[in-house]
């Protein structure tokens, strides 16, 4: 069955957004008042500044495909790093190999994260770190993140870790070990620029390209129980 939602112009206007950030307009809201009472113009950049704010924490809905085995980006962004690695140590898999796809996200993109794939989350660990600009490679191990295993109905184990960024301060996971999600739906963010890793395990080959836009709750990075090649290029 497809799934259709409110297409009007108060979905592009006025989006729902995430409960984290109702305290981040607030605030900036005062701090306008404020800098219109001491000038004009000020008051003007302080609004510009809230009107990003609200939509930095937009929250809208997505039509996740009804692919059995499907592993979808759990982040807007683009497609940053693609790399042949071990399990995170922390998560205390072993030697496991997996293809890890990393996802930037800019201050532009939606930040709610979704779950990658359809299963139960067997192990989560938090890792205070640095804030190193998310693009470098040293950050999956450096950075403050938020690791996430999870044995998906298929029988497969895949790992997703949110990852602090430069400008990000916070990261916000609602997860716990033993939470049954579906793919596609919500369990977090990460507020102001970061990253998202998802592993695949091996023998699961990414179906994304370097640089390819992607769409968290759509956009398909692979198919579980496929056997295609990795895709091979970079968007251009």
Known sequence: MIKTFDISWKTYLLPTIH???????????????????I?????????????????FFRDPQRVTPEIKDVVVSPADGTVQMIAKVEAPEELNMGKKKFTRVSIFMSV??????????TGRITNAVYVPGKFLN???????????????????ASGKE???VQIAGLI????????????????????????FGSRLDVYLPEGVEPQVVLGQTMVAGETVIANLTSDAKAMDGVMR
């Not at 008051?43 to 704010?53: E, F, I």
């Not at 532009?108 to 794939?117: C, K, L, M, Q, T």
């Open 19 to 37: 409960s984290e950030g109702w305290r981040f307009v607030g605030i900036f809201a005062a701090i306008t008042a404020l800098l219109a009472m």
């Open 134 to 152: 998310a693009t470098l490679d040293k950050a999956s191990k450096d950075n403050e993140r938020q690791l996430l295993a999870m044995k998906t």
């Open 168 to 191: 990000a301060r916070r990261i916000v996971c609602d997860a716990q070990i033993g939470q049954d999600y579906k793919v596609g739906e919500r369990f977090g963010m990460i507020r």
């Open 39 to 55: 000038w004009e113009p000020l008051g003007w950049v302080g609004l510009v500044l809230t009107v990003w704010c609200y939509y």
């Open 108 to 117: 532009f993109n939606v930040h709610v994260n979704r779950a990658p794939a």
């Open 158 to 160: 895949i790992c997703f």
